[in-house]
């Protein structure tokens, strides 16, 4: 069984501040997502990331893969208020078609103004 | 382009009941795939679809079944309902050949 640890579980920071949630597993990823869910929503895709090594940035996010393809982290700078929400991670271990992703738990995120 | 649609919203159903619940996928995506997400397990995977089979399943009791039709459109079922299946279920689409899935707003289904 492939497991996803993501950490931390919870976060509360003020607003301005910039934090790192990281997602590791002991398995190669073929691909990993990052999506972010809402209180009675379904998750909302913000990246996918393929390659070892590989960064994305999106606004204030920015999404790292680590080289070995077994972990990544997402950075927000300054955060807002509205990035609150639960941030997951979730790592294909197939390579191509959705044979089933793995979730991380999450992380629950709060900023506060 | 419409997003993924899942009904009903909300369920309340009865230890013991049956209970089915529909998903439309995105237009022109074939594989949808049903997770459960609890607070205590976060989002574990059910089943995927693909062309009317199922082409994996997690590991969750036979209670658990789904299909798919010919328009793509899935359905899951729970038989005999137990309290522990109170969770939020959701349906993801995706593109033939990508691991991203696109969810819907998910089923609310409380078992008292």
């Known amino acids: 069984t492939q497991l996803l640890e993501q950490s931390p579980q919870f976060l509360s920071i003020q607003e301005g501040e910039n934090l790192t949630v990281y997602c590791n597993s002991s398995?190669?990823?073929?691909?990993l997502q990052w999506y972010r869910q809402e209180p009675g929503e379904g998750p909302v895709l913000l990246v996918t990331?393929?390659?070892?090594?590989e960064v994305k940035k999106l606004k204030r996010l920015t999404f790292q893969f680590g080289d070995a393809r077994k972990d990544s982290s997402l950075h927000i700078t300054a955060a807002q208020p509205g990035d609150t929400g639960l941030y997951l991670c979730?790592?294909?271990?197939?390579?191509?078609?959705?044979?089933?992703?793995?979730f991380g738990k999450g992380t629950h995120l709060i900023i506060q103004p | 382009k419409a997003g993924v649609t899942q009904t009903p919203r909300y369920l309340i159903k009865t230890r013991g009941q049956q209970v089915t619940l529909s998903c439309s996928p995105i237009?022109?995506?074939?594989?949808v795939s049903w997770y459960q997400q609890t607070p205590g397990q976060g989002l574990q995977f059910l089943f995927e679809?693909?062309?009317?089979?199922?082409?994996n399943k997690g590991n969750f009791p036979g209670r658990f079944s789904g299909r798919q039709f010919s328009n793509s459109r899935s359905e899951m079922n729970v038989s005999t309902l137990e309290l522990g299946d109170s969770a939020l279920y959701l349906c993801?689409?995706?593109?033939?050949?990508?691991?991203?899935?696109?969810f819907g707003q998910g089923t609310r289904l409380t078992v008292v």
């Open positions: 979730a790592g294909s271990f197939s390579g191509g078609g959705a044979d089933g992703l793995t």
């Open positions: 398995s190669v990823f073929s691909s």
């Open positions: 990331v393929v390659t070892g090594g």
């Open positions: 237009s022109g995506h074939r594989s």
């Open positions: 679809y693909f062309s009317e089979t199922q082409r």
């Open positions: 993801a689409s995706n593109r033939q050949g990508l691991s991203e899935a696109f």
